[in-house]
């Protein structure tokens, strides 16, 4: 009986403290339950606010990337505006030179037209002195010759004329060409007309010789002038001063 009663016990016990490791093994098992739907509501509320915030930054990411490309196209904008400034400068500098190159080219032509027109004038002006000169000289000649002619005929009449004899000359080859007066070019020289000598034979000489000499106008007046004697070199006062010098 004693056995039985201390089987008993411990088998009570034992079944006790089965019971209780039931009873522990439920609790356990009822508290990780518990522990697991905490850890999925909070999983899950981390995951929600995770994708929020997510959700949240990924917009903040838009907007500034929105604004970062706001920025970049205000910026090319402003380079653009920049250079237009740039270039409008510059070509505003560039007209500015055009403009005053031309002005230059354009005063530089007016100075050299203006010479030009200076150079001219100066050169008609001595044609117009030369031809002048030539004109003035042929009427001194002339009216050289004419009053020696005179002189002639006024001593035809006066009964003072010698019988007509030709100077002797000789025979001087004529140049195909003028040539000029220099001191050693004059060869030939002119015998002087004192105005009773014939008159037409003097001329025809007188023309050989400043044709053998290459005598301008000029020079045969101021020959003519010089070669005159007696009677014939009163004519020389009878001439106006501008002519006789």
Do not use: H
Not at 37 to 61: A, F, P, S, W
């Amino acid at each position: 009986m004693p056995i039985t009663r201390a089987m008993d016990e411990q088998l009570k016990v034992l079944l006790e403290g089965i019971n209780a490791l039931k009873n522990g093994q439920e609790e356990t098992r009822q508290e990780m339950q518990k522990c697991l739907v905490d850890t999925k509501n909070e999983l899950k509320d981390r995951i929600e606010k995770g994708e929020e915030q997510t959700k949240q930054e990924m917009q903040k990411g838009l907007e500034d990337m929105q604004k970062g490309q706001e920025r970049m196209q205000k910026c090319q904008e402003d380079l653009k505006n920049t250079l237009e400034k740039k270039i409008d400068n510059v070509e505003e500098k560039i007209n500015s030179v055009e403009e005053k190159i031309a002005l230059k080219v354009e005063e530089k032509i007016a100075v050299v037209e203006e010479t030009i027109e200076k150079k001219v004038e100066q050169v008609e002006e001595r044609i117009r002195e030369q031809v002048e000169e030539k004109y003035e000289v042929a009427g001194n000649f002339s009216l050289i010759s004419q009053q020696v002619e005179d002189l002639e005929k006024k001593l035809l009449v006066s009964g003072n004329k010698n019988e007509s004899k030709i100077l002797p000359f000789s025979p001087v080859p004529v140049p195909s060409s003028p040539v000029p007066v220099t001191a050693s070019t004059v060869s030939v020289k002119l015998s002087t007309y004192d105005g009773k000598t014939n008159w037409e034979v003097y001329k025809t000489q007188f023309s050989i010789i400043s044709e053998a000499n290459g005598w301008t106008e000029g020079v045969k007046a101021c020959q003519l002038a010089a070669s005159l004697r007696g009677e014939a070199a009163k004519i020389l006062q009878t001439l106006p001063d501008t002519e006789s010098g």
